[in-house]
């Protein structure tokens, strides 16, 4: 006698398990690669890098390749899984149209505004994945994700503008101006300086959109931090309070207690 064959809802139970087990297993060193990754993209923008640099950027690359392939491969539910991870996806085949420049056939890839709107879109899903990851890691610590977020975004947004506009003319000129010119953005306090490219524009738009959304959640946060310090006072202010009302209750009734006594009583007349 065979065996019967599984049914298709064992097989998705199955191939769900050994996702997740994939995904305990790698999410540590992925975690870690993710943010090598950002940091190497922040590098690349703000100097020229070394070769080795380019060679370790393209190894991580890679890993991330086959990492989401075998993902792909054991989930149970394809379209679902592309739906929750087209980002991801996309963020794996832009560093593709590097090496499609090999190709003379080809010459609209070697245009700057190509160029310049890739790394706009490398900044944008790097970006993405390090949230991503950053959130993986600090999963009940919403506050400290904000904040370490906002800190991300800031590093690798100045990045992308100093890249974008350049250290020249009007521009804030250094890596750690355009740090402080991204943070007075994020804060809404309106730097004097507005990028001048299209990327740029676009870069700061998005870094608008961010500190208008986060900035009132911080607000919030350390304002909840300040009352609730105030409140946990209140029970000791109430105590001493009610200690000082019962000693002045005792005191004006043992008053009242010796004029009383002092007083004579009419019938004894």
């Known amino acids: 006698m065979t065996n019967p064959a599984p049914e298709p ?7 769900a398990d050994l996702l997740q087990t994939l995904d305990d297993l790698l999410s540590g060193p992925l975690n870690v690669l993710g943010f090598v990754w950002l940091g190497l993209l922040v590098w690349e923008l703000l100097s020229p890098v070394p070769a080795w640099v380019n060679l370790i950027s393209n190894v991580i690359w890679g890993l991330f390749i086959v990492d989401f392939l075998l993902s792909f491969t054991l989930a149970p539910h394809k379209v679902t899984f592309l739906r929750r991870n087209w980002l991801s996806a996309l963020s794996l085949l832009v560093p593709a149209v590097r090496f499609l ?16 709107g890739t790394r706009l879109f490398q900044i944008l899903t790097r970006l993405n994945r390090g949230l991503k990851t950053l959130q993986r890691t600090l999963r009940r610590r919403q506050f400290g994700f904000v904040m370490l977020a906002t800190l991300l975004v800031t590093l690798a947004g100045s990045a992308g503008l100093a890249y974008f506009e350049g250290t020249g003319g009007s521009s804030p000129g250094s890596y750690g101006a355009w740090v402080y010119w991204t943070g007075m953005l994020l804060m809404s306090l309106g730097p004097e300086h507005w ?10 738009a998005l870094l608008g959109l961010y500190g208008f959304t986060v900035f009132g959640y911080i607000t919030a946060a350390l304002a909840s931090v300040f009352v609730g310090a105030d409140q946990s006072r209140l029970p000791e ?17 043992q008053e009242l ?6 007083v004579p009583d009419p019938q004894e007349d």
């Open 257 to 262: 207690a010796r004029l009383s006594a002092a």
């Open 195 to 204: 990028p001048q490219s299209a990327e740029g524009r676009t870069l700061t």
């Open 101 to 116: 420049r090999v190709f003379r056939g080809l010459r609209l890839l070697r245009t700057a505004r190509l160029a310049r």
């Open 237 to 253: 202010a109430e105590e001493v309070n009610n200690a000082a009302l019962l000693a002045e209750v005792t005191a004006l009734r």
């Open 9 to 15: 809802t064992d097989l998705h139970a199955a191939r």
